[in-house]
């Protein structure tokens, strides 16, 4: 019932036609909760380290209770590898994000095909990672990597983790109101797609 450009969201087979897209459904009554999409405010602040090797999981702790979710940014310099006869090809790494929520024991948010990396660039690469909080604080968030650190000069794919940012959502409910959140990933379009729904409503009387 979703559609980007006029294509379904999810296929009559059940597949899907985007990937990396988030959607947030309020049928419009009086006490639904809100919509953890929409951005209220968003603070930067920096990590007090900078590369992540495989023997150092890198951690950081939030403590602002208001912090709804945390958006991890990972920078790899490079990511490539020269073979002998100096030609030039695409690699991979990966790396995991786990949380811990109030000293228990961590639980895994991003792994596997999720936080591997793949491609070829010369230049700096940034990903994001959103890490939606539903825990008690203090909050840590952990990343390790996978992938063993290279130690050759023909194999570049180090990976750096310099700054997160804090978001705290907008906390109105809209009450009464039917409404939808949507998160895409930007790389899937060359401009905000169009959106249609199909809704089933239901029919009320309106007195005079």
């Keep these: 019932s979703i559609y980007l450009n006029n294509t379904q969201l999810q296929a009559d087979d059940g597949s899907w036609n985007f990937k990396d897209v988030s959607y947030e459904v309020r049928t ?9 999409i929409t951005t209220n405010t968003e603070t930067t602040k920096p990590t007090s380290f900078t590369t992540v090797e495989a023997a150092t999981p890198r951690v950081i702790q939030i403590t602002d209770s208001d912090v709804d979710a945390v958006k991890v940014i990972i920078s790899v310099p490079q990511l490539q ?19 811990q929520y109030s000293g228990g024991s961590y639980s895994t948010k991003v792994s596997g095909g999720a936080g591997r990396i793949t491609g070829r660039t010369g230049d700096l ?25 290279s130690t050759s000069s ?19 409910t809209y009450p009464n109101s039917a409404l939808i959140g949507l998160r895409v990933d930007a790389e899937q379009f060359s401009n905000i797609p169009t959106r249609k729904y199909r809704v089933k409503g239901v029919k009320v009387k309106i007195p005079h």
């Design 28 to 36: 419009g009554t009086s006490n639904q909760t809100n919509i953890p």
């Design 154 to 172: 023909k194999l570049a794919n180090e990976i750096r983790w310099l700054n997160y940012i804090e978001i705290k959502y907008d906390q109105r």
């Design 125 to 149: 690469y940034q990903k994001e990672y959103l890490i939606n909080l539903n825990g008690a604080f203090p909050v840590n968030i952990r990343v390790t990597r996978i992938t063993p650190d």
């Design 81 to 99: 590898q020269i073979s002998d006869k100096g030609d030039i090809y695409g690699t991979s790494v990966e790396l995991q994000i786990a949380v």
